[in-house]
């Protein structure tokens, strides 16, 4: 072989491995919403895929609306939540033969009103015959999150099927969860809507309201989902993520780093350095693929 047609393989042979290396190089959009675990797994999921498994991971924070639009157009690769049978349904609806929904990965949601537990009331008709003492700017009012989630709508709900003389305020999570802490910490009534998982239950002593006539109806579990064949473009993650599984005591537990250490990247980061035996685990799932 002379010198030339060694140089011309020598050049094909870096440009077959450059090439193996781009298609290797896989860059994802990860759409979030602004609920504590969403934003708590997606951090985690980032961390996990960008520093060990050299993927380009954006985390896009949209509205439910946009998330789901987002999913059947192909802007957005995937999303770690998505709540089923019941919560996001309606979301889900107008384009389900554009998104696949995969694997449970966390089992047994709760969604409803919530108080601090040192309140005399138990259920939601109760809350309308105490109205008066849970106003909040001169109104007996529900301290929610967006307008666009599908709490925001049970809770219109609620507030017409129970007759409630109550106005939603809507706003953050954050914003939300503020309002809780300072009502918590001098032991006054307020009412917020809250959901099972969240980090809340952990800090705060807290009930949900009964709901007689189930407004915000039975347990879900939360499933991930992505656009239509994510599968087949990417088998090694679709296998991991069917893996992947989190209770009250593991997401728990990463969500509480996140809200101690008030940085979603930081929180997650320490969580995985103490987790490493079970994300290990959720990684060997993809071992086949």
Same mark, same amino acid.
Not at 122 to 131: F, K, M, R, S, V
Not at 144 to 171: C, H, K, R
């Given at each position: ?7 011309? #393989? ?5 440009? =077959? +491995?450059? *090439?193996?290396?781009? $298609? ?6 990860i ?41 059947a ?23 389900k ?10 089992e ?13 009331i ?20 529900? #301290? ?5 989630? =599908? +709490?925001? *709508?049970?809770?219109? $709900? ?33 009412v ?5 998982p ?31 064949d ?47 035996d ?5 990684? =060997? ?5």
């Amino acid at each position: 072989m002379n010198k030339m047609s060694s140089s011309v #393989l020598m050049v094909g042979l870096l440009a =077959a +491995i450059t *090439g193996v290396q781009a $298609d290797d190089h896989k860059s994802l959009v990860i759409g979030t919403n602004n609920w504590a675990e969403n934003i708590a797994v997606a951090n985690m999921w980032k961390i996990i895929l960008e520093e060990e498994h050299g993927y380009d991971i954006e985390l896009s924070d949209v509205s439910k609306s946009v998330l789901y639009s987002g999913l059947a157009n192909e802007d957005i690769d995937l999303s770690m939540e998505i709540w089923l049978p019941t919560t996001d349904a309606s979301f889900l609806e107008p384009h389900k033969d554009e998104i696949d929904v995969h694997d449970v990965w966390y089992e047994g949601t709760g969604l409803g009103l919530v108080v601090p537990s040192y309140v005399d009331i138990d259920t939601i008709p109760e809350l309308g015959e105490n109205a008066d003492a849970y106003e909040y700017q001169g109104r007996p009012t529900i #301290l929610g999150i967006d307008s666009g989630s =599908a +709490i925001a *709508g049970s809770t219109d $709900d609620a507030i017409d099927v129970y007759e409630l003389p109550f106005n939603q305020v809507n706003s953050s999570g954050p914003a939300m969860m503020a309002a809780l802490d300072d009502a918590y910490q001098r032991e006054e009534p307020i009412v917020v809507t809250l959901w099972s998982p969240h980090w809340a239950f952990a800090e705060y002593d807290l009930k949900y309201l009964e709901d007689p006539e189930g407004v915000y109806g039975e347990s879900d579990d939360i499933h991930w989902m992505s656009r239509k064949d994510f599968g087949d473009d990417d088998p090694w993650l679709t296998a991991v993520l069917n893996d992947w599984h989190m209770n009250d005591d593991t997401l728990g537990g990463l969500m509480a780093e996140i809200e101690q250490t008030g940085d979603p990247v930081e929180g997650a980061q320490t969580w995985i350095d103490e987790n490493r035996d079970l994300i290990d685990e959720w990684l =060997a799932a993809g071992d086949g693929e």
